[in-house]
C-alpha cells in the first residue's frame, strides 16, 4: 500500500511559538517533521516529501481540542442516535476540532446511561476522545441550562453505572463542591480514571479553594501514566455567582488555584458567553498554559436560527444566541472551538496563547500530550491550515484532507 506524503510551507504555530518560514510534513497518518525550512531540506528525504501549495500568508496550527461539546447540527449529544451524533462529530472535525469530548447535561437517570453507551461506542470507534458528564451533582441555584428535576446529591451508584456503561470512556465530570458527599465523589472519579471538573456551583471562595486543593492531591496521588494531575473547572464565571469584593465566591478561588498551577478553567470566549475584556483579563492573570478554551457548542451549531433541544430542556436560538425557551437563561453555545480562538484573539489574546488553550493544555488533560495537539514529529497529523485572518482553509485529521 502507497503512503500519502506531502509538504505544506507556512508559518507554524505550535507548542508556544511561531515559526514564520515552517514546513509541515506529513508522511501517512503521521507527522515526519514540523520546523523551519532550513532543517527540513538538510533531512535525506525531504525530496519525497511533494510540496502541496498554499496561499502566501498561510498559517498551519495543531488540529483544535474541545473537552466541552453538546451537539452540532442539529444532534444533541445527551440524546444521540447514532447517525446524527456522527454527522454532528464529522461536521466538528471539519470545521477543525479534530479531537473532542461529547459531553452530556443532567437528565434522566437512565437517559444519560443510555446516551454515554452509545457515545462509548462512538470513542471505541475513534470518533471521539470520550465523554463529559455535565452533572448531575451540581447546584439548583446554578444550575444554568441543566434541568432542576434531576440534579442531584453525589451518589456512588448513580457513578459506578455511568462509568460501566461508558467502558473506560469517561473523562471528565462536573460537580458543585458544595454538595454533601463531594469529597467522595472525588475519590471515586479519579479512582476511575475521571477528571473532576468543578462548576454549576454557588460555593464560598474557601469551599472552592479546598475542593480544587483536595482533587488535585487525589490526582496526584492516583499516578496514572499520562493522566493529568489538575482538576479543571467548568466554564469559569458561568454557572457561578459573580465575583464581589467582599464575597469573591468561586470564581476568586479558581483564578487563585489557576495561578497556583492546582487547576485548568475553561473560557467560553465566544462573545456571548464572556465579555472580551474578560477573556482578555483572565489571559493576563492566569497564563494560556492554564486555560482550556471550549466551546459548549450545542446542536445548532452549524445550523441556523431555530428550535432546539438542550437534553431534556427546550432551547431557543436567535441570532447565534442559545437560550431556554423557559426561562431565557443561556444554553450553550452555537460556535465551533475555532471561532471561539478566532474571538478570543479578536479580544486582544495573541495567536500563540490562543493556539496553546485549544492544543496542547487540552491534549495533556487528557491523556493524549504524546499524541496530539501539537505539530511535532510522530505526533498524528491533525493539522488546521488557516488564511492570514485565522479563517479556515483546510483541516487535516491524520494526514488526510478533510
Known amino acids: 500500500m502507497t503512503t500519502t506524503r506531502y509538504a505544506l510551507y507556512a508559518t507554524l504555530i505550535s507548542d508556544g511559538l511561531k515559526v514564520t518560514d515552517g514546513v509541515l510534513a506529513v508522511d501517512g497518518d503521521r507527522i515526519r517533521f514540523a520546523g523551519n525550512r532550513d532543517d527540513f531540506n538538510a533531512l535525506a528525504d525531504a ?18 481540542i474541545d473537552l466541552h461539546c453538546h451537539g452540532a447540527l442539529g444532534a444533541d449529544f445527551s440524546a444521540p442516535d447514532h447517525s446524527s451524533a456522527a454527522k454532528a462529530i464529522a461536521h466538528l472535525h471539519r470545521s477543525g476540532t479534530t479531537t473532542l469530548l461529547a459531553s452530556l447535561v443532567t437528565a434522566e437517570p437512565t437517559a444519560m446511561i443510555e446516551a454515554a453507551e452509545l457515545l462509548a461506542e462512538l470513542a471505541e470507534a475513534g470518533q471521539i476522545a470520550g465523554i463529559h458528564a455535565e452533572g448531575p451533582f451540581l447546584s439548583e441555584a446554578r444550575c444554568g441550562a441543566q ?28 460537580y458543585a463542591p458544595e454538595l454533601a458527599g463531594s469529597e467522595e465523589l472525588i475519590e471515586q472519579l479519579v479512582s476511575q480514571g475521571v477528571v473532576p471538573s468543578l462548576g454549576h456551583t454557588n460555593a464560598s471562595a474557601q469551599c472552592t479553594a479546598d475542593s480544587l486543593r483536595f482533587a488535585r492531591e487525589q490526582l496526584r496521588s492516583a499516578g496514572v501514566d499520562g493522566f493529568t494531575e489538575r482538576p479543571t473547572v467548568t466554564h469559569l464565571f458561568n454557572g457561578m455567582p459573580p465575583l464581589h469584593h467582599r464575597e469573591p465566591g468561586p470564581v476568586a478561588a479558581c483564578l487563585e488555584e489557576a495561578v497556583n498551577r492546582n487547576a485548568f478553567v475553561e473560557l467560553i470566549a465566544d462573545g456571548v458567553h ?7 483579563l483572565v489571559y493576563r492573570l492566569v497564563g494560556a498554559e492554564n486555560i482550556l478554551l471550549v466551546s459548549d457548542s450545542m446542536a445548532a451549531t452549524g445550523l441556523a436560527d431555530g ?10 436560538v436567535a441570532m447565534g444566541q442559545a437560550r431556554l425557551a423557559s426561562d431565557n437563561s ?3 453555545g452555537t460556535c465551533t ?40 514529529y510522530g505526533f498524528a497529523a491533525d493539522a488546521l491550515v488557516l488564511d492570514a485572518d485565522l479563517q479556515l482553509v483546510q483541516t487535516i485529521r491524520k494526514g488526510e484532507y478533510l
Open 47 to 64: 525530496d519525497q516529501y511533494p510540496v502541496r501549495e498554499v496561499a502566501p500568508g498561510s498559517i498551519i496550527i495543531p488540529g483544535l
Open 147 to 174: 434541568d432542576p428535576r434531576y440534579l442531584q446529591a453525589p451518589d456512588p451508584d448513580f457513578v459506578s453505572e455511568l462509568v460501566a456503561a461508558s467502558r473506560g470512556q469517561l473523562r471528565t465530570m462536573t
Open 274 to 280: 464572556l465579555s472580551p475584556d474578560t477573556v482578555r
Open 307 to 316: 428550535q432546539y433541544t438542550l437534553g431534556p430542556q427546550e432551547v431557543n
Open 330 to 332: 443561556l444554553a450553550g
Open 337 to 376: 472551538l475555532l471561532e471561539v480562538l478566532q474571538r478570543a484573539v479578536q479580544a486582544g489574546v495573541s495567536p500563540v496563547q490562543a493556539v496553546t488553550s485549544a492544543t496542547a493544555i487540552p491534549a495533556s488533560l487528557i491523556g493524549l500530550a504524546d499524541e496530539v495537539g501539537s505539530l511535532h
